[in-house]
């Protein structure tokens, strides 16, 4: 059982920035794909930006592509989402999610963190 806790959420202007991280408590933490999708209230979950177990290698939704950054250090256990250029319709609870399978993009992660909102105003 992993459990993950997020936090970095808040309100910013748009324009700014913002650095979510998820810590997870599982100590073979490295053997995880780990992810981060987001969802708005009435809408579906969307991914945002996944990262690999061994490469490290990342994915990007269109939305945020160029703007954040996803990376991972498994010696802290943590998964980071920097978010840059902040615009209102990233506006949205954040979630971090973990699995021992191949990183995807659809929500098929078994752990999930408790979510983090971030607020974007014009």
């Known amino acids: 059982q992993v459990t993950l806790v997020e936090s970095g959420g808040g309100l910013v202007q748009a324009g700014g920035s913002l650095r979510l991280s998820c810590v997870g408590s599982e100590p073979t933490f490295s053997s995880y794909s780990l992810a981060w999708f987001r969802q708005v209230p009435g809408k579906e979950r969307e991914f945002v930006a996944y990262i690999t177990r061994i490469t490290g290698a990342t994915t990007y939704a269109d939305s945020v592509k160029g703007r954040f950054t996803i990376s991972r250090d498994n010696a802290k256990n943590t998964v980071s989402l920097q978010m840059n250029s902040l615009k209102p319709e990233d506006t949205a609870v954040y979630y971090c999610?973990?699995?021992?399978?191949?990183?995807?993009?659809?929500?098929?992660?078994?752990?999930w963190g408790q979510g983090t909102q971030v607020t974007v105003s014009s």
């Open positions: 999610a973990a699995r021992r399978g191949i990183a995807t993009i659809d929500d098929r992660y078994e752990y």
